[in-house]
């Protein structure tokens, strides 16, 4: 099943809970990317870097220049042999379908969260295009 997006362009208004792309859980993964295509590895490393994201808070990984990385989660280096970007997606889309009690946010998800900043009340945190831009890096990690 194809994945489907409303097209968002830089400044556009927020996502509302309504317009998430649809997507398709087959096993352990989201199959389809989001947005309809893969995304772009230069741009998801960004993200991964990027504070707002959160993702280095958290994970450490293969990222000599950036300092004060965390310790609290899997180390991202090699993430490309461990899960595939179908397993990747999903845990950037909902980690919570596979630990209930993570600590990880649920990326792409607006319903049903608690403990939500107001900012992203019935929202999800990142885009469509981002989650597939982080897949897309994080499948390139590989020992």
Known sequence: MAAFIVASLPFASPIKADELAAYKITGDGIAEPLTGSPGD??????????????????????FPETRFQGDLA??????????TASQLRLRLVDASRFNAETIMPSYYRADGLVRVGRNFAGKPILSAAEIEDIVAFLATLRD
Do not use: F, K
């Open 41 to 62: 590895a230069v741009r998801g490393r960004a993200l991964v870097l990027a504070r707002t994201t959160t993702c280095i808070l958290c994970h450490s990984g293969p």
């Open 74 to 83: 899997p180390d991202l280096a090699g993430a490309g042999n461990r899960w």
